[in-house]
């Protein structure tokens, strides 16, 4: 069964953490990416790889840095936490290609106190 | 790159009634994907159909494409509990990247 797997279900950390969310996919997946969602506002894309060590910036970079220095993994990079990156992280991968469908991780909800 | 609109926003029937929903987009594409999401997890992938094809099953889904007026639709029949959650359409990735609209809502009443 395929799989993509988030590191921490549930993260409550301090403002001005340094905070790292993990995202492992076990089927040899070129893409990866790292998605935020809130209420009202849908899945917003915030980065993603193509390839390893490879990145774009997706509609909400600011705040974010991620790294990808294995295929399987991407990892989402909060420098500064701050409350208003309380939310939903969703890490999704896929094949490259029209044709291809993401697989989603369970996500990971976030809340910065 | 280019997302679906969903539409309607929020969408409440009773169990045992279908639901309807519609996906407009603004680009030609080759094929649209349907994903769903329970309550608080990550979307799951339903059914992705072709340009070349008008309409689709898969178990008591049904869905439509309309090239012309770029749209779909997503017919769910016969419609239980466990159907509660929020669908998102997904027009072709552009340059490899999947974007999502808002998604509808779905609240199946007992």
């Known amino acids: 069964d395929v799989k993509v797997t988030q590191s921490s279900r549930y993260l409550v950390k301090r403002t001005g953490e340094k905070v790292f969310l993990e995202c492992v996919q076990d089927?040899?997946?070129?893409?990866m990416f790292w998605y935020r969602q809130d209420p009202g506002l849908g899945l917003r894309l915030i980065y993603f790889s193509y390839d390893v060590k490879m990145k774009e910036k997706g509609d909400i970079p600011e705040g974010y840095s991620v790294s990808r220095e294995k295929k399987e993994r991407f990892s989402l990079i909060l420098e500064s936490a701050s409350t208003n990156q309380t939310s939903m992280y969703l890490c999704?991968?896929?094949?490259?290609?029209?044709?291809?469908?993401?697989?989603f991780g369970q996500g990971t909800r976030l809340t910065v106190v | 790159s280019q997302q679906g609109e969903e539409d309607p926003q929020a969408l409440s029937i009773q169990e045992g009634e279908n639901a309807t929903m519609n996906c407009s987009y603004k680009t030609s594409i080759n094929n649209l994907q349907w994903y769903r999401q329970n309550s608080g997890r990550g979307l799951v992938h339903l059914i992705l159909?072709?340009?070349?094809?008008r309409e689709k099953h898969s178990g008591r889904l049904r869905v439509t494409l309309d090239t012309s007026k770029k749209s779909s639709s997503l017919l769910i029949t016969a419609s239980r509990a466990a159907d509660t959650a929020s669908y998102f359409c997904?027009?072709?990735?552009?340059?490899?990247?999947?974007?999502f609209g808002k998604g509808t809502r779905l609240h199946i009443l007992p």
């Open positions: 089927m040899d997946h070129e893409n």
């Open positions: 997904a027009p072709p990735p552009r340059d490899d990247k999947i974007i």
């Open positions: 159909i072709r340009s070349n094809e």
């Open positions: 999704a991968s896929s094949l490259r290609g029209m044709n291809t469908e993401a697989f």
